[in-house]
């Protein structure tokens, strides 16, 4: 599959919100999974406001302490609360001091985490912003500019998907799907750890084959990761996913 064609497929998934049992944390989770496949970055986050942000979504890794930290302090100072704020992209400088002495915790956390830069882009359609999609990343070179472009178009894609999905719509809403979303967070990862381990596979294909799972039994992620937990379940791992094609430009 080649990277044009692999764009195309995941804007197709982010539209696809239109379903009786959308999945919150299975979209958000898998948006994390393309943007580490199709940008030049480590590792991604996605932030909504209903107030203040709140991590909806972590990398689709294990988080460890270090860059649980750093998500953490990105929900008080950083790029994804400025980029939320400004409704524009915003980036780490490439003067560590200046960035520590614009968001001194994160930039703390960022460094410890053994990142060395990160870029944040707006959740927004039109004039209204709902959060924001925290890029990390370990190299010394920059986002490039088709890279951080295809970031935002993701995120705006993304922000339509969700409010065709209806999930921000009332404010009781919002708040159930957000406490639903980050208890299932903690279980969908813990689940990941134990089905990596039983079939010595990564943790993004123990994660690909329970969404997989998921979604040809037309159940919730949520309900298979429980299962993987307490019921010692083992879903077939799926064919791999394709990897991220090198940049010919």
Same mark, same amino acid.
């Given at each position: 599959? !080649?990277?044009?064609?692999?764009?195309?497929?995941?804007?197709?998934?982010?539209?696809?919100?239109? #379903?009786?049992?959308?999945?919150?944390?299975?979209?958000?989770?898998?948006?994390?999974?393309?943007?580490?496949?199709?940008?030049?970055?480590?590792?991604?986050?996605?932030?909504?406001?209903?107030?203040?942000?709140?991590?909806? !979504? =972590?990398?689709?890794c294990d988080p460890g302490?270090?860059?649980?930290?750093?998500?953490?302090?990105?929900?008080?100072?950083? =790029?994804? +609360?400025?980029?939320h704020r400004a409704g524009?992209?915003?980036?780490?400088?490439?003067?560590?001091?200046?960035?520590?002495?614009?968001?001194?915790?994160?930039?703390?956390?960022?460094?410890?985490?053994?990142?060395?830069?990160?870029?944040? #882009?707006?959740?927004?359609?039109?004039?209204?912003?709902?959060?924001? +999609?925290?890029?990390?990343?370990?190299?010394?070179?920059?986002?490039?500019?088709?890279?951080?472009?295809? &970031?935002?178009?993701?995120?705006?894609?993304?922000?339509?998907? +969700?409010?065709?999905?209806?999930?921000?719509?009332?404010?009781?809403?919002?708040?159930?799907? +957000?406490?639903?979303?980050?208890?299932?967070?903690?279980?969908?990862?813990?689940?990941?750890?134990?089905?990596?381990?039983?079939?010595?596979?990564?943790?993004?294909? &123990?994660?690909?084959?329970?969404?997989h799972h998921a979604r040809?039994?037309?159940?919730?992620?949520?309900?298979?990761?429980?299962?993987?937990?307490?019921?010692?379940?083992?879903? &077939?791992? *799926?064919?791999?996913? *394709?990897?991220?094609?090198?940049?010919? !430009?």
């Amino acid at each position: 599959m !080649s990277r044009e064609q692999h764009i195309a497929r995941t804007f197709v998934e982010l539209a696809d919100t239109l #379903v009786e049992d959308f999945d919150l944390i299975d979209f958000l989770q898998q948006m994390t999974v393309r943007c580490q496949e199709l940008l030049d970055i480590t590792d991604a986050a996605v932030f909504l406001n209903h107030p203040p942000p709140r991590l909806h !979504s =972590p990398a689709p890794c294990d988080p460890g302490p270090a860059l649980r930290d750093v998500l953490e302090a990105a929900r008080s100072e950083g =790029p994804a +609360l400025d980029a939320h704020r400004a409704g524009k992209p915003v980036t780490t400088g490439e003067d560590p001091a200046e960035t520590a002495a614009r968001w001194p915790q994160f930039a703390q956390m960022l460094r410890a985490a053994g990142y060395t830069r990160a870029t944040a #882009v707006p959740m927004r359609l039109r004039k209204d912003c709902l959060g924001s +999609l925290l890029l990390l990343h370990t190299g010394e070179t920059p986002l490039g500019a088709d890279d951080l472009a295809l &970031a935002q178009a993701l995120a705006d894609a993304a922000t339509i998907g +969700l409010l065709q999905a209806g999930t921000i719509h009332e404010q009781h809403t919002v708040n159930k799907q +957000l406490h639903t979303a980050l208890q299932s967070r903690i279980i969908v990862e813990q689940a990941k750890g134990v089905l990596a381990a039983r079939r010595h596979i990564r943790l993004n294909d &123990a994660f690909e084959a329970m969404r997989h799972h998921a979604r040809h039994h037309r159940t919730l992620l949520i309900k298979v990761a429980r299962d993987v937990i307490e019921n010692d379940f083992v879903p &077939a791992v *799926p064919p791999a996913s *394709p990897a991220r094609p090198a940049d010919s !430009s």
